[in-house]
DNA sequence: CCATCTTTGTGCACGCGTTCACAAAGACAT
DNA sequence: ATGTCTTTGTGAACGCGTGCACAAAGATGG
């Protein structure tokens, strides 16, 4: 198996951060819209502002790449949209296979945004008899009993899973076995893989659940702040009363003053 | 469990860093887990090994909301989830909206996961006048217009964003005006907000893209152990000429005239 | 009551990522 | 050519998050 474990010394020039990595995307959305309008340069500080970043940050994260901007100019659209689609793969084909097409597989092979960055849609696999054979998105849905021949087939190397969770490990060591070594995971499960293989995970209600704990935050200090001088009445009480109770109390722990 | 003791010294209340309410959720999901397995305590170790995360980052996770557990025994699930559920907010109910019932927006609405945790969804948004009234997850589509009264009558805070790309920012302002503070946005672009709102987003396509530099990179680094010697080689051309960085040699750095 | 054993809670060091601030690079005008 | 003006590329400082390693807390058994 593809063990990234060699005596390496790691971190090379090749090294690029992963938060970086993970922002190129967003700059490459970006200059897709200027180049769209024909603009043919950008600053660092304009393009930050489209990709809602720091220009600093931007700058940094390009000079990872290397020197393609020009001082006094700014950045050639272009040429930036093609160093960037070229880091990150994009100028080649990655097929890739769904796996559980329930109602979150289906809008998925329906989204459009799919194959618009040279990501296809090789395949459609369900565990369910009968819906082998139905299109959906145009795209005839297959059997998971042929999981190992469609990824050898196609040359699969990234695997989209959105089968109930209980399914998730099991479908992701068959993806594995078969030779996918990318992972995007939909259900709320922790998969695990084995060294060499990339998981990135979607997950709904974990996103929901920090919305939660800010929505609950901002209510809180709405509530300290309406109250006003409460502040030191909390903190008297969080030092003097310690029991049973968290950090913050279960109500506000603001008492009605 | 009641053993509190004035040992914490003023704990971070309000400070709880955002890397460790980012795993609070995953946390809370191990432990409803072995909770409903009725396994009354659990040590740092399963329960990080189950949450796929280390055990001191764990432990240290835990000590932001307070000293839960008991030395020599491990932590008490009940008591945990509580906990947890409570820093997070999750004691009280969360009516959210979601805008957009496309595809990906029915799927959501669909989503079973949304309810299970306190987040109800309390209207199903569109602008296409053609769905209003129709039911998608038994809930009848309603139309936009009526947005802000909806966002009004239910008391909702957190909005999730499931339109186009082209309608996203103008819903989401539309969201804000009406009292929302939280949105969730499925859609590719920045939004931008006033102060106070957060916003999360979940990118299918970024996650694709970031998945495809690593399966790049590993693709390079396989063929660059079959080549066995050429790492020397590429070391030395790396040496000599650092203006390019082209990392398996690719197009040389030119200027576009 | 003491000894031993388990597991927590945390001080500390380290590395990554962010941001500031500015020298240098180049464009452009004169 | 020279000067000015704009904007890049990056050195350096800082802050946050992570993981190690261990003392202390408490359970358990004699
Ligand atoms: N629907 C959403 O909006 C949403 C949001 C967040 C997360 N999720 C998660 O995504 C996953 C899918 O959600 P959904 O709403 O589409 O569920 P669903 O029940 O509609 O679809 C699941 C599909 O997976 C198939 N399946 C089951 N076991 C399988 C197996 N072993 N191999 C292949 N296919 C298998 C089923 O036949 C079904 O078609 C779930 O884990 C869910 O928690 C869904
Ligand atoms: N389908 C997916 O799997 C997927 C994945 C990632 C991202 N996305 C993104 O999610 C969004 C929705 O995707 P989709 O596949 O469901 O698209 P869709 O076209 O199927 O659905 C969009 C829906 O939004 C409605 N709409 C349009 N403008 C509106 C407005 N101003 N106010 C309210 N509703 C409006 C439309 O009537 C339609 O019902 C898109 O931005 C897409 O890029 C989708």
Redesign the pocket.
């Known amino acids: 198996m593809a063990t990234g474990r060699t005596h390496r010394p790691a971190t090379r020039s090749r090294g690029i951060p992963e938060a970086t990595v993970a922002r190129l995307p967003l700059y490459l959305r970006a200059l897709t819209a200027l180049s769209e309008r024909s603009v043919p340069t950008v600053s660092s500080e304009e393009l930050a502002a489209a990709a809602g970043v720091n220009s600093a940050k931007l700058r940094k994260d390009f000079s990872y790449l290397g020197s393609y901007g020009t001082r006094g100019v700014g950045y050639d659209v272009e040429y930036l949209v093609y160093q960037i689609s070229r880091e990150l793969g994009l100028t080649q084909d990655w097929p890739v296979v769904i796996?559980?097409?329930?109602?979150?597989?289906a809008a998925l092979a329906n989204y459009g945004g799919f194959a618009s960055r040279g990501f296809r849609v090789a395949a459609l696999?369900?565990?369910?008899p009968s819906?082998a054979g139905k299109p959906v998105a145009g795209i005839p849905v297959q059997h998971?009993d042929d999981l190992e021949k469609i990824i050898d087939d196609n040359g699969v190397s990234i695997g989209v899973i959105?089968?109930?969770?209980g399914?998730?490990q099991?479908?992701c060591e068959r993806l594995v076995a078969a030779g996918v070594t990318s992972i995007l995971n939909?259900?709320?499960t922790v998969l695990s893989v084995p060294d060499g293989v990339d998981v990135r995970k979607v997950?709904?209600?974990i996103e929901l659940q920090i919305l939660a704990f800010h929505e609950q935050r901002k209510a809180g200090e709405e509530a300290e702040a309406q109250a006003g001088a409460v502040l030191e009445a909390e903190a008297a009480a969080a030092a003097a009363k310690e029991t049973g109770k968290g950090p913050d109390g279960d109500v506000p722990a603001v008492m009605p003053a």
Do not use: E, H
């Not at 796996?99 to 597989?105: D, E, R």
């Not at 696999?125 to 369910?128: E, S, V, Y």
């Open positions: 796996v559980g097409i329930g109602n979150l597989g696999i369900d565990a369910d819906m998971t959105a089968t109930p969770a399914a998730a099991q479908v939909f259900a709320p997950d709904l209600s």
